[in-house]
């Protein structure tokens, strides 16, 4: 064996014995947690430096990734029972409700009982449903879940863009630091820190650009880059959806037009290739995630977002964002969690040298000149140019909310260059790349593991496991709702109703409560069944009546097969006199047509990749 092999193997088995030992610490509360993760991190960077010729062992670079992620992650952990504060609660909340209803109910998650006085599950912006990472959900506790799918999450933005990386044929150094840019950015590191959740969604990006260019030689790859594409439609917001259209529009118009520059003089179709690529996998993506996009569009339609001011760079601004980590000035409310996207000086320096030989690369030049789109969209009014406004006008992407939330695309497209620029030096120096390499982790996990280190100092309360048998809706408190779902309770004191315009449930608290199922006139009732998508009543009245819920009104309620009525914005039926059992059912509208145009994405899909059309 190769005496550097050996050694790198050493320094390998190392890390992750420092890594292990960091984890226990941090779970049991021992000492030298933190001191045992900078030591993995040492060990887990000299394996890179010994170890050569990883090109031809992947498996080995994908391992490493796993490792450096684990190893950034690893002080959540330290909280592991813990909830996280600010926006986590509602996050949270929201997890443990589709858990409720499908573990103890055994339904899908379309209503949720328990926030606001009840409103949609899966039509919510932003729930997290469908998607393969709630299964992690259903399997643990749901702060153990969290922190379990925040390691999944960047594991699986680094793999992506060490795929990507590989289409470019970039250096092992130069894809590692592309894949750890990005995925170690102060984009989710602030996002984590805040609570943000869907904005994690964007890990799908390497693997959605991996096959829209292989979709270029042959067509049959256009439906993986769509299952990416709605899986990220299912897990992102729809302001988050709109960025993935700018950048994908502009970027498909830009590889058009790059074509036009080849030496060899292109016909139609082939320079037409890359928007008709896009414009398939953007059908395609949208077919299958129907199941969710129809329902959302019939709960909050196409409203027009709220749009802030103040929340586009300016140059100072933007510098501050990806170089330093820290604001100059801050100029927006809402704080700099909605501009950080830290690479530091490192990778920044390296993201110009990347882009200085872009030229000689249709794909990289067209992937530089939609930065420079991107760019002056996040300035939004600060920009001469009128972009961002003139896209917050149009229908649809009127939700959008501050154009500063581009800055993760920002970041991926110049994690990239930055791997391309390493690379370039690579092959002058391997030493000096590796250095370059590791000081630009070192400065990450400096800059942002503060931010990942505060995210989860919440304890839940003492009673947050005591289940109650018999749901009913409390005033709760607006950041303490993940602890009243997980006892089978509602919370009317809630946080982000999404497009829910009116909130009408009362708890016993409040003035006017007549339980959770009541007659507006004189008669008895029995609640004999309470699920979230389901609730019989057993009713007896000797006069015309009206029996009424304690759940805000919603389109898609039916009392016996019909639909239900709203009464003071609760879910009610009308009752004749005597003895009667109402059946009140949810179902989303939009729900079977959704589901209807998922499984024809799902055929239109599986017909496409069985074309094996290849393009010259």
């Known amino acids: 064996m190769d005496k550097h092999a050996?050694?790198?193997?050493?320094?390998?088995?190392?890390?992750?014995?420092?890594?292990?030992?960091?984890?226990?610490?941090?779970?049991?509360?021992?000492?030298?947690?933190?001191?045992?993760?900078?030591?993995?991190?040492a060990f887990a960077l000299a394996f890179l430096s010994l170890k050569r010729?990883?090109?031809?062992?992947?498996?080995?670079?994908?391992?490493?990734?796993?490792?450096?992620?684990?190893?950034?992650?690893?002080?959540?952990?330290?909280?592991?029972?813990?909830?996280?504060?600010?926006?986590w609660d509602q996050i949270e909340s929201t997890y443990q409700s589709i858990k409720n209803t499908v573990l103890v109910y055994r339904q899908l998650p379309l209503w949720n009982p328990y926030l606001c006085g009840g409103t949609v599950q899966l039509a919510y912006p932003g729930a997290g449903f469908p998607t393969p990472f709630i299964i992690t959900h259903l399997l643990f506790q749901v702060p153990h879940a969290v922190k379990i799918n925040l390691i999944l999450y960047l594991t699986a933005a680094a793999i992506g863009c060490y795929l990507l990386s590989k289409e470019l044929k970039l250096t092992t150094t130069g894809a590692i630091m592309f894949?750890?840019?990005?995925?170690?950015?102060?984009?989710?590191?602030?996002?984590?820190?805040?609570?943000?959740?869907?904005?994690?969604?964007?890990?799908?990006?390497?693997?959605?650009?991996?096959?829209?260019?292989?979709?270029?030689?042959?067509?049959?790859?256009?439906?993986?880059?769509?299952?990416?594409?709605?899986l990220y439609i299912c897990?992102?917001?729809?302001?988050?959806?709109?960025?993935?259209?700018?950048?994908?529009?502009?970027?498909?118009?830009?590889?058009?037009?790059?074509?036009?520059?080849?030496?060899?003089?292109?016909?139609?179709k082939t320079i037409l290739r890359p928007i008709?690529?896009?414009?398939?996998?953007?059908?395609?993506?949208?077919?299958?995630?129907?199941?969710?996009?129809?329902?959302?569009?019939?709960?909050?339609?196409?409203a027009t977002g709220h749009r802030a001011t103040g929340g586009g760079f300016n140059l100072p601004i933007i510098l501050d964002a990806l170089a330093k980590g820290t604001p100059t000035q801050h100029p927006h409310q809402w704080g700099w969690h909605e501009f950080n996207g830290y690479i530091g000086p490192v990778g920044l320096m390296l993201a110009f040298l990347g882009m200085w030989a872009t030229i000689k690369d249709r794909r990289l030049s067209a992937l530089a000149l939609t930065l420079v789109v991107l760019v002056v969209y996040s300035f939004g009014d600060n920009s001469p140019i009128p972009l961002w406004g003139f896209f917050h006008s149009l229908p649809f992407f009127s939700v959008q909310?501050?154009?500063?939330?581009?800055?993760?695309?920002?970041?991926?497209?110049?994690?990239?260059?930055?791997?391309?620029?390493?690379?370039?030096?690579?092959?002058?120096?391997?030493?000096?790349?590796?250095?370059?390499?590791?000081?630009?982790?070192?400065?990450?996990?400096?800059?942002?593991g503060t931010l990942i280190e505060t995210a989860f100092n919440t304890k839940p309360m003492s009673d947050s496991n005591r289940w109650n048998a018999v749901f009913y809706q409390t005033v709760g408190e607006k950041y303490g709702m993940y602890d009243t779902v997980a006892a089978n309770k509602g919370v009317l004191n809630c946080y982000a109703p999404g497009g829910l315009r009116s909130r009408n449930a009362k708890s016993p608290a409040n003035q006017g409560y007549n339980?959770?199922?009541?007659?507006?006139?004189?008669?008895?009732?029995?609640?004999?069944?309470?699920?979230?998508?389901?609730?019989?009543?057993?009713?007896?009245?000797?006069?015309q009546n009206t029996l009424v819920l304690n759940q805000n009104y919603q389109a898609g309620w039916n009392a016996n097969g019909k639909p239900a009525k709203n009464t003071r914005g609760l879910v009610s039926s009308d009752v004749s006199p005597g003895e009667h059992t109402v059946f009140f059912t949810y179902t989303p509208p939009g729900f079977r047509l959704g589901l209807g145009l998922t499984l024809a994405g799902i055929l239109a899909s599986l017909a496409l990749w069985k074309t094996n059309v290849q393009f010259i």
């Open 6 to 41: 050996s050694h790198a193997r050493i320094a390998f088995a190392f890390a992750v014995a420092s890594a292990v030992y960091s984890l226990s610490a941090f779970l049991g509360g021992g000492q030298y947690g933190g001191l045992a993760r900078w030591a993995a991190l």
């Open 53 to 87: 010729n990883m090109e031809r062992t992947p498996l080995e670079a994908s391992a490493f990734l796993v490792l450096v992620v684990f190893i950034y992650l690893l002080p959540v952990f330290s909280g592991y029972d813990n909830i996280g504060g600010k926006d």
């Open 179 to 230: 894949s750890l840019t990005f995925a170690l950015s102060g984009y989710f590191a602030a996002r984590i820190g805040v609570g943000h959740m869907v904005f994690m969604s964007l890990f799908f990006l390497p693997y959605i650009l991996v096959f829209l260019w292989r979709s270029l030689k042959n067509i049959r790859y256009a439906p993986p880059a769509a299952v990416f594409a709605a």
């Open 235 to 268: 897990e992102a917001h729809p302001y988050l959806i709109t960025n993935l259209v700018v950048f994908l529009s502009a970027y498909a118009v830009f590889l058009s037009l790059t074509g036009l520059s080849q030496k060899s003089l292109p016909n139609t």
């Open 276 to 302: 008709a690529c896009a414009l398939v996998i953007g059908i395609l993506s949208v077919l299958l995630a129907s199941v969710k996009i129809m329902p959302a569009i019939y709960f909050t339609g196409w």
């Open 401 to 448: 909310h501050i154009p500063s939330r581009t800055i993760g695309y920002i970041v991926f497209i110049l994690a990239l260059f930055s791997g391309v620029g390493l690379t370039r030096i690579e092959r002058r120096n391997r030493l000096v790349a590796c250095m370059l390499l590791a000081v630009s982790v070192i400065l990450l996990f400096l800059a942002n």
């Open 515 to 543: 339980g959770e199922a009541y007659l507006t006139g004189k008669g008895t009732v029995e609640t004999v069944v309470f699920t979230p998508n389901e609730v019989r009543v057993n009713v007896r009245t000797d006069s």
